[in-house]
């Protein structure tokens, strides 16, 4: 009998919030602190490991914040992102759209292009070598003020023929993305498009202000408008898509645990879900390992999983005709796996 798991990395996927940085994994953290000689404050690998005992989204931004200081040169930022592109080709991953964090390395010197430089080369390459397409989206981070992301969106227009969207990141609770309204709109008169992390640890009020002050396409994580039944109704009708990161929200104490997650209640809600990774390198697991979490744990049916994938297409920034065509792709997959199901 196939397994879950064959179904699962058949499907065609998309993959809507992941921060390259949070791809980062022990290994190449230390062996790229030897080749720049970077003192980590960790002396190997294990105890690197032994720091991702998180409790919440800032003792996590600490040590990952930390880490992207071994990130220096345009072949770091390559290494990173192919190594992570050739694991998302391996799970059937056939669109990413990928955050990374521009003020993280401009603030330790590191040239805005440089990182764009090293991202863009293995996109390109994912692009040749695995018909894998993307968008790449930048992240202001919102506990730093409104005015150093109108700097920064200034050099997001320098490289906007390769960047798509911007988007809002860090910690969330005190900075609302009202804070922000103005440099989203700015971003928004130069045609990029939009998103925010909003209601991971903050409230649902910050979900509303990301809808009717930034005009986001979509809300990342999204996971506390359970709170506002008004709301739930809304993203509903109006379709817009969360980027949920279940083992992440375990992993930060939005939930305890994985068999609390109320992913499986906004999906029969109508809401148009998605399963993402988030900092895959240090909330132990990838998109495969996240959907595995969340089907075992809440029990989706082939069909659940099937609809799962569908939303990461319809949520993401691909055009008509290519969500057309995956569409069709995960029709096909899911229908096998009835039929192989009833035979
Ligand atoms: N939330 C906020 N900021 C982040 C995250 C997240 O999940 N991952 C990386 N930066
Ligand atoms: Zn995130």
Not at 256 to 281: C, F, M, W, Y
Not at 294 to 315: D, F, K, M, P, W
Request: charged share 25%.
């Amino acid at each position: 009998m196939r397994s879950r798991e064959a179904y699962i990395r058949a499907l065609p996927k998309a993959e809507l919030h992941l921060h390259i940085e949070g791809t980062l994994e022990p290994e190449l953290a230390v062996r790229l602190a030897r080749k720049h000689g970077v003192a980590l404050p960790y002396a190997d690998v294990e105890q690197l490991r032994a720091a991702y005992a998180f409790t919440d989204l800032q003792s996590f931004l600490d040590v990952y914040y930390a880490l992207a200081d071994v990130l220096r040169d345009a072949d770091d930022f390559y290494e990173l992102a192919l190594s992570y592109l050739q694991r998302a080709r391996d799970e059937g991953i056939v669109h990413v759209e990928i955050f990374f964090d521009p003020q993280t390395h401009t603030a330790r010197g590191i040239p805005f292009g440089t990182v764009v430089e090293g991202l863009h080369r293995a996109l390109g390459e994912a692009q040749r070598r695995f018909a894998m397409t993307h968008r790449l989206i930048a992240c202001f981070l919102r506990d730093q003020s409104a005015a150093e992301a109108m700097r920064t969106l200034a050099e997001v227009l320098e490289y906007r023929d390769v960047i798509a969207a911007v988007g809002l990141d860090s910690a969330e609770v005190g900075h609302p993305p009202s804070k922000f309204a103005e440099v989203f709109a700015h971003a928004r008169r130069h045609g990029l498009l939009t998103v925010a992390h909003a209601g991971e640890e903050g409230p649902p009020e910050y979900i509303r202000e990301a809808l009717d002050l930034l005009a986001v396409q979509r809300i990342d994580h999204g996971v506390r408008c359970e709170e506002d039944p008004e709301l739930v109704r809304r993203l509903a009708r109006e379709q817009i898509a969360l980027t949920v990161c279940p083992l992440s929200n375990v992993k930060l104490g939005v939930f305890a645990r994985i068999e609390q997650h109320n992913l499986k209640r906004l999906l029969e809600a109508g809401l148009r879900v998605t399963v993402n990774s988030d900092d895959p390198a240090y909330f132990g697991g990838y998109l495969l390992e996240n959907y595995l979490a969340v089907e075992r744990a809440l029990g989706l049916s082939s069909a659940q999983l099937a609809t799962l994938a569908r939303n990461s297409i319809a949520g993401s920034f691909l055009d008509a005709a290519a969500k057309q065509r995956w569409l069709a792709a995960i029709d096909d997959c899911a229908n096998a796996e009835a039929r192989r199901a009833g035979a």
